[in-house]
């Protein structure tokens, strides 16, 4: 058993095997002033040192084995790219960039963690997306939106901060290729739309500096209503001259203190935000004016389509949440301007652990756009529940949008690949604290190093980003890394199985959105329903429901619109059906949520009696905190199974065939 120093997370350097050299540092068109490929080089000392038991020296030692680790500008390498090879004398590496040197030696580390030796390390790569960002839901007063690993690690009762823990946060990006961050929840109020104020800069600058020497840019959520809140004017219209101008000014007195932020990310028109709609402008208005005053600066926007109607009248079945997004954005198509970038949630509703792929991603043909996905389990178990989600990004990332004739997943939509633009993306949310071990769940780390691993290289696979996790953490004999891997790879469908059935989604208590309230939402003006009776369940967006299927490419809207052609784990998402529905299973829908309830909360268990099995191989206290979550997670998958069973039961009457309790 090694031991794991949590604080570390993946970055955690066991040793692999004993070297038996000494290294010196080459740089051929590289400055070591650089602070990017200082820092590369400051972290490959410190890691060889643990990893290989290997020194860096300037001087020769004779009495071992030299070693040299070259590094050289090498203008044929894309940008942010690197190659690496081990051989006899030591390892090269070749970037045309600073942060290419930078995830050059962290895929160097990587490769020696997972089990190369040094001189068989060998990778050519570089990024799949321009853009791999996270998006921290951090508010001023040190609280997180939807966090479930302690308090902000950037603020503190309404001042920013600053140290060791920032310098671990941006190792840790930029060891799995993030290139930006924004700090401060999407929802800008209070002390927040100060960020842009003279009360922030030098801290922000500290800040900064910070993330720019591991390749990384800042970037801050904006508060649309600024000219008023923060300008003292009537108006944020942004059709308007005077607000065109304060904006002219303030982000002018933004770049001279921030020459190198990258920009701002804007919730406006959702859940109570501000935004362009209040003045009867559309949000391509507002996303331009903001995009024109910030081009001189060589800042982008990225405007969230998160655009709803949360007042919605349950009693209402024509309007449908699901397709509002697209409602809102696909007509102005084209009219965003070049350095604004819309981005967009994976499914239409929010984050649930089952929902189609957006139609507007790739909807959108001329437009840059970029994919949000929600690392933070807000509704997949507030990492308490093990739910590894990198198999659920994959699927979206493959869904063929049919937008083109060849490159048309997702991953090709946003990488930039379909419509050959520079700007897009991926963005996680993420809730990283100031908890030990950052994520709250031991476990729930795999996600923030899978999505990193995976906007970077959108090619790996769910089990391989989840073994290097492993190997780069916990370090595990094979058997037990392959019961670890398999119960994350699993951990999705164990959690989907026990809690709301085929791509409903909801189901969740409402406000904290953990474990079950089946009407939870039902009578809300949330437009989350799932239209439960006595008869059958689901929601009809079919071509002679709300239409939602319509907004997809042909190919889809026809898989979609007809009940027995639509992929069954989206079949309630798209179509009332009765209870007494024949699945291809050949058992009826009433009788699937019965097993899969049941299987799912006896999977759970499975899963808690894996992680004892492997007790012995992984550190005691990581063991302990680990359990006490399982606990956890197996209280509330009961409860999940025996609230949805009761509830289908009492609706329905119609029995479990197999006679098992159900209340
Ligand atoms: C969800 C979430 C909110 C968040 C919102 C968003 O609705 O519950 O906390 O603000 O998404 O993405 O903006």
Known sequence: ?????????????????????????????FESSDAVVSNAICEFKKAVVLLIGEQVTNTADSSSRSLTLKITNDAEIPAEGYAIEGGSDGIALKASDANG??????AILRQISCGR?????????????????????????????????????????????????TRDYARFMASIGINGVVINNVNVKGAASYLITDRYFDKLKELSKIFEGYGIKLYMSLNFASPIEIGGMETCDPLDKE??????????????????LGGFLVKADSEGRPGPFTYGRTQADGANMLGDVIAPYGGIIIWRCFVYNCTQDWRDTKTDRARAGYDYFKDLDGAYHGNVILQIKNGPMDFQIREPVSPLLGGLTKTNQMLEVQVAQEYTG???????????????????THCAQEKDTVADVVSGRTMGNRLGGMAAVINTGNDMNWTGDDLAAANTYGFGRLSFNTDLTAEEIAREWI????????????????????????????????????????????????????YSRWGT????????????????????????YPENAKLYNDPKTCPEELLLFFHHIPYTWELKSGKTLI????????????????LASDWESIKSAVPEDVYARVKERFDLQLDNAREWRDQVNSYFFRKSGIPDEKGRTIY
């Open 529 to 552: 329903y799932h239209r439960a009776d006595h008869l059958g369940i689901g929601v009809d967006r079919t071509d002679k429901g709300t239409g939602y299927a319509q907004q997809y």
């Open 471 to 522: 190997r780069q953490t916990l370090s595990l004999p094979q058997k037990e890394e392959d019961i670890l891997c398999n119960m994350l790879l699993k951990s999705r469908e164990i959690y989907e199985r026990y809690t709301s059935p085929l791509g409903i989604g909801w189901m969740v208590t409402p406000n904290g959105h953990y474990g079950p309230s089946v009407d939870g939402y039902e």
């Open 1 to 29: 058993m090694g031991t794991t120093d949590w604080t570390q997370l993946w970055l955690n350097y066991h040793r692999a095997y004993e070297g038996e050299g000494t290294w010196n540092i080459a740089l051929e068109g």
């Open 101 to 106: 040197v930078l995830y050059g030696v962290f």
């Open 591 to 606: 009788q699937h949520i019965y097993d899969s309830h049941f299987q799912g909360e006896e999977e759970a268990r499975g």
């Open 243 to 260: 607000v065109i101008s304060w904006w002219e000014k303030k982000i002018k007195e933004v770049y001279d203190n921030l020459p190198n």
């Open 382 to 400: 507030h990492q308490i529940d093990l739910c590894y989600l990198i198999p659920l990004f994959k699927e979206v990332l493959d869904f063929h």
């Open 117 to 165: 030796r040094a001189d068989e390390v060998k990778e050519t790569a570089s990024p799949s997306n321009p853009l791999r960002m996270m998006n921290h839901w951090d508010n001023m007063d040190g609280s997180i939106e939807r966090g479930y690993s302690g308090e902000s690690f950037f603020f503190e009762n309404e001042e920013i901060v600053t140290g060791a823990r």
